[in-house]
């Protein structure tokens, strides 16, 4: 009996030295740590995060910086609400007690190698007193330098429990002073950048619009340690949620200077009741480190979402022609026919058939009637949608169609047949935003009608080459039918019925490009462009405003991912100032080409064809941008493909002031030893290029330590210079 005593005890002191042991996780790039260890109270803590030391022993030295900090001031990794957490907490749960405090503490954690570049760390954290469990999930992209990080919250309480806080992340960094660069505007002035300190107490960067969720502030930030972001200089930490729904981002410097980034779905109205046995997963926080400013920062972004998140995105784009600028709601097949004659002219791909081409009790004549009613209207199209089709194969172009199934108009069948499928309040007035108001997509019948949109046109339509999905209200009247007692959940139930949706057709479609449109730049999130092959930057397309537009973006997103279209907006500036700009990204044309100049029109033809010779430039290569509109009455680009061997250096004159010092562009990204003849393209017909430089031969030495004289005193010109090794 007393040896069986003997083996018990020996069992626990086992048990409970394994369960004290400390344990430090690294979380790696080939250029980032974050490191992670438990404490003696079997909490897990950030322990460092920061470029990567070549000495990895040397993280044992850091262990005593965690034991030096006070309870409150510790960094932990998970830190929950209701425990001796002083600042904001990434978890907060009710449980059915009542009892609104978990105290999580390391069980486990798996390291597994997905291929030779990509590591995924799973931790497991359990409160020892409510059967309560969360994963930490953290994904590395070792070339790329990229981290994603989330969290699976799961529980066994005999009825729901209510979770109010879930973060996705929580990262801790330590520096003299941070500087926060956010991205805000509105309906065609998306993603202007404004940076402003942080100091103590806490800064939010939020959407509580639902569906369109980025129109005021963007799903993306950058912060700058110890000074402003630099765009080649100085350590930035740079990151971006993948959720199409309300996010926020909370930037908290407590009383020692420390900064705290919290990085999820924003709780807002959301208090969220979880059943037993399922599991609430969190939004993907993405995130990179560069301590060569926001260039590296970015290239780091852009080559990750090509390689693995952007959907297609090591594929090509295709370029088109859109009717709306040419004809909005009026139109009928012969006007349509004969656009597509005009993209056959021009040399795109594809013609895109927008708003308009639905609804036949309530036809759409206007943004006032018809959505929900995706039967083709008879009076306008009475050989329906496969006529367009073949029309289009006829001409010699690909065929593509604007769809909002996410949205209904009070004036249409679908809603006199069904309104208990719309989000709007039983008793109260209704608030409309542009005439329409939200299909309740936490609904399964509703996931089903809108799958079932798609699945129609594409059976129907096997041809059917191109879908630009919109999306044009906000979440507005804000209540589910559906949900009856469970409000909370709807913010929420919305975004991942919209997944579920788009996960049937990415299964069913594969090979299916689609745009992500929101009335422009309202939804340009990671989240949907798992399931997009682009997204629409902005319904402002003049190329002055575009300019600031895409350097915003390009913070963050590829130049395929961007969506530009040549288009009639800014008379002033002219037709080679506006493709120009539109063939920094995914080119397309929104414009009447018969209305332009027989010389204008035999540009833009001799335009595709460059931009379809050169693109993979663009696509493919490193971005580098070299002179920031925000900074001057000029801005360059250039893109280097990864053999060194080709870039495209575009430059644009905005507004030059009177007798301005014009300095030299200097290069980047080039091979300092190769030589590279520079050559302007893309010229007018009947002109010649009268650059300086042009068909000359430079090392790239000199081309990024000199530089090249390429912009000019005036108004709106544009150059596109093309390099090429011959060496």
């Not at 040419?326 to 026919?337: A, M, R, V």
Request: proline share 4%; charged share 20%.
């Amino acid at each position: 009996m007393r040896k069986k005593v003997f083996s018990i005890l020996l069992l626990f002191i086992i048990v409970t030295s394994v369960k004290v042991k400390s344990q430090t996780i690294r979380i790696s790039t080939s250029e980032t740590d974050l490191v992670l260890q438990t404490a003696a109270n079997g909490r897990l803590y950030q322990l460092y995060l920061g470029p990567r030391l070549a000495d990895q022993s040397e993280y044992g030295k850091l262990s005593a910086t965690l034991r030096s900090k006070s309870d409150g001031q510790a960094w932990e990794a998970y830190p929950v609400s209701g425990t001796e957490t002083f600042f904001e907490p990434a978890f907060a749960i009710q449980h059915n007690d009542g009892n609104m405090t978990t105290v999580l503490k390391y069980v486990s954690h798996t390291v597994k190698q997905i291929d030779d570049n990509v590591t995924e760390t799973v931790i497991l954290l359990k409160d020892e007193v409510y059967p309560v469990q969360v994963k930490l999930f953290y994904t590395t992209f070792a070339k790329e330098n990229i981290i994603k990080a989330w969290t699976e919250i799961s529980h066994d309480e005999r009825k729901p429990v209510t979770i109010s806080r879930y973060a996705s992340s929580m990262l801790y960094l330590n520096g003299p002073q941070y500087f926060l660069t956010t991205f805000s505007g509105d309906w065609a002035r998306e993603v202007n950048m404004s940076t402003a300190p942080l100091n103590f107490g806490k800064k939010i960067i939020d959407s509580k619009l639902g569906t369109r969720a980025d129109l005021h502030v963007s799903p993306f930030f950058t912060v700058g340690m110890g000074d402003t972001p630099q765009e080649n200089e100085g350590q930035v930490l740079m990151g971006t949620l993948a959720w199409t729904g309300n996010f926020r981002f909370t930037f908290e410097v407590d009383n020692e200077n420390h900064l705290r980034v919290i990085s999820g779905i924003n709780p807002y109205a959301s208090d969220y009741k979880l059943d037993a046995g399922k599991v609430f997963t969190t939004p993907a926080f993405i995130f990179t480190l560069s301590d060569q400013g926001t260039g590296k920062g970015s290239r780091n972004l852009q080559r990750w979402a090509r390689n693995y998140q952007l959907k297609d995105g090591t594929k090509d784009r295709l370029t088109l022609l859109n009717n709306w600028e040419t004809t909005g709601f009026d139109f009928d097949e012969p006007k349509l026919d004969s656009l597509m004659v005009e993209a056959k002219y021009l040399g795109v791909d594809m013609f895109l058939l927008d708003d308009g081409w639905f609804g036949n009790k309530y036809p759409r004549h206007s943004d006032t009637q018809g959505l929900g009613d995706w039967e083709v209207t008879k009076s306008k199209l009475p050989n329906g949608v496969p006529a367009m089709v073949k029309a289009a194969k006829n001409a010699g172009v690909k065929f593509g169609i604007w769809i909002e199934p996410e949205m209904v108009s009070e004036k249409s069948e679908l809603f006199e047949k069904h309104p208990g499928w719309v989000i709007m309040q039983p008793n109260r007035e209704r608030y409309y935003y542009r005439n329409q108001l939200v299909l309740d997509l936490s609904n399964p019948a509703v996931q089903d009608h809108v799958f079932n949109v798609v699945d129609k046109l594409m059976t129907e339509n096997p041809d059917l080459a191109y879908l630009k999905w919109d999306c044009n209200s906000p979440v507005t009247n804000i209540y589910s039918p559906y949900l009856k007692d469970r409000q909370n959940n709807l913010y929420i139930d919305y975004v991942r019925g919209l997944y579920k949706v788009l996960d049937r057709i990415k299964a069913k479609y594969p090979g299916l490009p689609m745009m992500l449109c929101s009335g422009g730049g309202g939804r340009t999130d990671y989240g949907g462009l798992q399931y997009f092959t682009e997204f629409w930057c902005s319904d402002n397309t003049d190329p002055v405003e575009r300019l600031f537009i895409q350097w915003g973006y390009s913070q963050f997103f590829p130049s395929k991912a961007m969506v530009a279209h040549v288009t009639s907006w800014n008379s002033q500036a002219s037709i080679k100032f506006r493709t120009d700009v539109a063939m920094m990204c995914k080119l397309g044309f929104d414009i009447n080409v018969k209305e332009l100049r027989p010389e204008e029109q035999a540009f833009c033809k001799s335009a595709v064809a460059t931009y379809n010779r050169v693109k993979n430039i663009n696509f493919e290569g490193n971005q580098y941008r070299l002179v920031s509109p925000y900074e001057s009455n000029h801005t360059a680009v250039m893109y280097v493909n990864e053999a060194q061997q080709q870039a495209l250096l575009y430059t644009y004159d905005i507004y030059p002031r009177y007798a301005e010092n014009l300095l030299p562009v200097k290069l980047k990204g080039l091979h300092p030893a190769r030589h590279y003849r520079v050559k302007e393209i893309n010229l007018m017909p009947g002109t010649t290029s009268t650059i300086a430089c042009n068909d000359k031969v430079y090392s790239g030495d000199f081309l990024m330590k000199i530089g090249l004289d390429v912009f000019t005193a005036g108004k709106l010109n544009s150059r596109i210079l093309e390099l090429v090794a011959v060496d």
